[in-house]
């Protein structure tokens, strides 16, 4: 199923209901699915990204009756821990919002390691990140319709990763 500007899931991650990451973990979220998020600070869209890519419709099943931590919320749980380790959200906060902010002396205390530059990290996402999100089928409908989102089809371009 390739999604169109029209769909309704992309309408749910552009309307739907909100969750502050200040809040995690949000009961919300499903404990295994795969889908589609969208990470906002106010009115601006940050960041589109899916999880559950090589999961078919038998795979996310699978996962759900294991009942174990996969997809959704392990991925948005990377995200809302702030830390830059294998978490390219977080690489992206670091580089292109907290960095051109940061001040000599703080650069110095983190150099000095009397300051965690991931916990700054943390701290931003989680004073000024809400996130939405919608459960797909599958990894492909998941990546689909994240495509369609990072290329504007939640009525403007993600600032930290527009489709390219």
């Known amino acids: 199923m390739t999604p169109t500007s029209d769909d309704p899931l992309l309408d749910e991650l552009l309307n739907g209901p909100r969750f502050r990451f200040g809040d995690w973990p949000v009961a919300a979220v499903p404990k295994a699915a795969a889908g589609v998020y969208s990470i906002w600070d106010q009115a601006q869209l940050l960041y589109v990204g899916m999880s559950g890519r090589s999961a ?11 009942d174990r931590p996969w997809g959704l919320t392990t991925r948005l749980a990377s995200h809302a821990s702030g830390r830059r380790s294998g978490d390219q959200f977080c690489v992206y906060v670091a580089d292109f919002l907290i960095l051109p902010e940061l001040t000599p002396e703080d650069i110095a205390a983190i150099a000095r390691r009397e300051a965690r530059f991931d916990d700054s990290i943390k701290r931003y996402i989680h004073n000024r990140m809400c996130f939405s999100f919608v459960e797909t089928r599958s990894g492909a409908d998941a990546m689909g319709l994240e495509a369609v989102a990072r290329s504007g089809g939640l009525g403007q371009l993600p600032m930290l990763n527009p489709s390219e």
């Open 56 to 66: 078919d419709e038998s795979t996310v099943q699978q996962k759900q009756r294991a």
